[in-house]
Antibody
Framework: QVQLQESGPGLVKPSQTLSLTCTVS??????????WSWIRQPAGKGLEWIGR???????NYNSALKSRVLMSVDTSKNQFSLNLSAVTAADTAVYYC???????????????????WGQGTTVTVSS | DIQMTQSPSSLSASVGDRVTITCRAS??????LNWYQHKPGKAPNLLIY???TLQSGVPSRFSGSGSGTEFTLTISSLQPEDFATYYC?????????FGQGTRVEIK
């Protein structure tokens, strides 16, 4: 059973770069045609999708964050990472990583969904 | 980007009630709509994908419907463990986007 675990600093100073890593266990990232996503939730607010990457390095990013986000993948370590630059207090949130899977639905077509999530890690931006 | 709007933003219900949550998209997106349940301090949990397909292990009291721009999540008989926040998410066209959430509270 695949499990995901986020790791990284819990405190980042304003204007610096937030760096998080998600470690995948219980299966190889390279097996199957998955994407790997990052999502965040500021306190008292809803979920915000940040972006995703596949094992070939193909990415999609949130339009509002695109200029500050960089994702990477290291299949030898079964990990993928998030870098968010020039952070402000508005980037304070719980950050989740998740597996972006495909499943067969109606009309015999394939659809994407986030079916395995990490437990989340809290990142605070403060001096 | 596709904008998702959920209604209501919160509701109060009793155990055994039938609950319906609506999600509307800013453009037509076939059935590429997912629903998640989120409890405080836990990871979100996928309930339904592709509008109506129940994820493995999810109780059958949860159901989804809709296509195009309007979608519905229904809980047929609310149970104590169902009090949580529910989010819709479109995966029709990246970037993926979530609705703002519907908080289901105990009446």
């Amino acid at each position: 059973q695949v499990q995901l675990q986020e790791s990284g600093p819990g405190l980042v100073k304003p204007s610096q770069t937030l760096s998080l890593t998600c470690t995948v266990s219980g299966g190889s990232m390279s097996r199957g045609s998955y994407y790997w996503s990052w999502i965040r939730q500021p306190a008292g607010k809803g979920l915000e999708w940040i972006g995703r990457i596949n094992t070939r390095g193909s990415t999609n990013y949130n339009s509002a964050l695109k200029s500050r986000v960089l994702m990477s993948v290291d299949t030898s370590k079964n990990q993928f990472s998030l870098n968010l630059s020039a952070v402000t207090a508005a980037d304070t949130a719980v950050y989740y990583c998740a597996r972006d899977s495909e499943g067969l639905g109606s009309y015999n077509k394939w659809y994407y969904f986030l079916d395995v999530w990490g437990q989340g890690t809290t990142v605070t931006v403060s001096s | 980007d596709i904008q998702m709007t959920q209604s209501p933003s919160s509701l109060s219900a009793s155990v055994g009630d039938r609950v319906t949550i609506t999600c509307r998209a800013s453009q037509s997106m076939s059935i590429s709509l997912n629903w998640y349940q989120h409890k405080p301090g836990k990871a979100p949990n996928l309930l339904i994908y592709a509008s109506l397909t129940l994820q493995s292990g999810v109780p059958s009291r949860f159901s989804g419907s809709g296509s195009g721009t309007e979608f519905t999540l229904t809980i047929s008989s609310l149970q104590p463990e169902d009090f949580a926040t529910y989010y819709c998410q479109q995966t029709y066209s990246p970037p993926w986007t979530f609705g703002q959430g519907t908080r289901v509270e105990i009446k």
